[in-house]
């Protein structure tokens, strides 16, 4: 079991390899990534920070945090899984 608190990585997530989709900020709400938390096998959306410049949430079960980093290129509708 994972601990409270506990950071996980997001298996194959790079900011720069993200295509990105371009749209501009604020027209769009907040941008998002879907993971799959291995943790507990459950599907999440994390959500783009105040500042932009990390996705940042928590698995819905344990708690365990994730982050990624945004991209040059914008948010994409993708989904990853923790590691
Ligand atoms: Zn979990």
Sequence with gaps: MAREGERFKIKGYSPTTQTGDRSSPGLTGRPWLSIWFNCC???????????GTMYEGRCPRCGGRVRALVGPNGATRRVFETE
């Design 41 to 51: 096998s459950a599907y999440a959306r994390i959500y783009r920070n105040a500042a």
